[in-house]
């Protein structure tokens, strides 16, 4: 037996499950397709990685009718702090500067993910779960996706699919689509702490010798560790006994928040950037990670591949008013010349920084000092900065409820 569907979503993550919500109004027959039961993601050791998620974000989630489910266990960004350990240069942002309540807001993934999850059986998204994708052959104007079950294989036969699998997406090796890899060789060093002072709502973003090392806000006195260092030193500063750790993590970020205690495990993430070469193949549409992975210095991963579901389902919306087919080549293509721009600009983005506030070179280092007191100066520096930060350089729309 072979089920028929306009949109097949690979991948039930947090991209895939809300590329299925915003196509609830299109009236297309839409199936979210997830390896993982939701017991087992909740138990995931992912499960404990923070999310920063920009306003932007925020707005789509709750146009999505998630952020209700999701807003109780959110921490608000409500001041940035940047500085250059050892050197003169920070600079300083508030939101009520900008007339906003938050720059964005952080959350333990798990929490998100669960506010989602009950969004979409909510709204009577169709789930095959627990299931994987086995292979893709394309038929015509249909790809048939077979899928393996527990209960036994079954195929789906669909007009698009959609690659939300991940950074490792078979779904985007199976459509021929390459990518790029960049390997920073480093490691992100994540945990939780506790301070002895609250933070009030501030972000620490703080460049050490070793890397980039973030403090975000979560709850009153926590916050969500992300300290990147080189592979070696990684593995020295993970094996570190808690006293020790806390020791070499209050020499590099200081006291501002008085002393700070570990009380979550320590993991270890290696970090790349990786990039799809093109965003579609035959019938095929990449979001996400599957897409693209970024370092997390600007924290925009995630934020970014929001941007692509939503870019996605408004583009979807319009094309099938109008009859068109889902998994068209022109739709395609529109797809991927809209997300051009904002690829460039973060990725970029993102990739620079680790450029400028990694390397010891001191016109390198006198340079980027000056350019942070500059932004902590120049007001409409400031703005154009803190735009970027939380997703308003461009507005997407949603498609409209019915």
Known sequence: MTEEYDVVIVGGGLAGA????ALQ?????VVLVESQTPEAKWNSPAGDRALALALGSVEIFQELNVWPRAADKATAIRRIHVSDRGHFGKTRLEAADLDVPAFGYVMPARELEKAVAEACSSQGVEVICPAEVQGMTWQGNRVELTLARDTGPLSCRTRLVVAADGGQSKVRQWAGI???ERDYGQVAVVTTVEAERPHEGTAYERFTASGPLALLPLGHRRAALIWTHDRRAAREIMALEAPAFEARLQQAFGWRLGRLRV???VRGFPLRLIRARRLFGERVAVVGNAAH???????????????????????LRRHVRQGGDPGALILLER???????????VIGF??????????PAPPLALARNLGLVALDHLPLAKRWFTRQAMGKAQRLGVPERQ
């Not at 809300?18 to 919500?21: K, M, Q, Y």
């Open 18 to 21: 809300s590329l299925a919500l």
């Open 25 to 29: 109004p299109t009236g297309l027959k």
């Open 178 to 180: 390459g990518q790029q």
């Open 263 to 265: 009380v979550a495990p």
């Open 293 to 315: 992975q970024l370092h997390p210095v600007a924290g925009q991963g995630f934020n970014l591949g929001l941007r692509d579901v939503m870019t996605l389902a408004g583009l």
């Open 335 to 345: 797809y991927a010349h809209a997300r051009a721009r904002d690829h460039d600009r």
């Open 350 to 359: 993102s990739d620079r920084l680790i450029e400028w506030f990694t390397s």
